[in-house]
């Protein structure tokens, strides 16, 4: 989490939904929390996102565990190439027809929602917009086809096959656009795929983070020392985080 001019490691047990610890940086803090970890040969899974540190500290530290890329760092990428393709829209509507470029710009969450997800009116507002400009219409449903693949898929081997089926069949005015924002790098490849073997996600600690985010716009003056002392011990947390793991 970014607070302080610093990012800071959150750190939970995403299966038990435990907060483990704040870091005062993600990465000399970090190693040496990592390197210390109590029991770390019972880790079996590490759930990140795609920071390129992390998952070189793990195999470093960790070595041999399942590296889990959390899916919604994937597929955020996707809702970025549509969101450009909208904005440049947007941009040559400004001289052109200010009214419905003011729509199209005010209209992101619309093109976020997932397609299961919309309301009749959104739906028949999507149909309007697609009959208009097409390309917007291929972006949202190149979009909705790679979360898919998370809907789709039970094994790593299908889930590479489908997100290169995917890319296969993007149509050539929007593959450009996909391929630059939404592409997945070669070495994260087995990392996004792990998921369909180990379905955790950092869900959990994103949570936390936006718990993080609300007490530091409470307290603007509050030191990393003040924010980690409220995260490790809101009352919500503390039954499950201080719990004794070993009664007796």
Partial sequence: KYLGRIFRAVVGNVEERTVL????DRDKSLEAFIRDLPDADKVEVVCIDQYDPYRT???????????VTDHFHVVRKANDALDRIRRGMVSTLKDEDKRTA????????????????LRDEWRRSIIKWEQRFPVLGKAYWAKERFYDMYRECSTPAEAEAYYKRWKRTLEPDIADHFNNVANIQQRWLPHVFA????PFTTAYVESLNRGLKALAAEGRRYSFETIRGKLL????????????????
Avoid: V, W
């Fill in 21 to 24: 610890n704040m870091l005062p």
């Fill in 57 to 67: 500290m793990i195999k470093k530290l960790l070595p041999g565990r399942a590296i």
């Fill in 102 to 117: 003011t729509r199209l710009r005010m209209s992101q969450k619309l093109f976020y929602c997932r397609s299961h997800d």
């Fill in 195 to 198: 998921y369909f073997e180990h």
């Fill in 233 to 248: 011990l809101a009352e919500k947390l503390e039954k499950k985080t201080f719990r004794d793991r070993s009664p007796g």
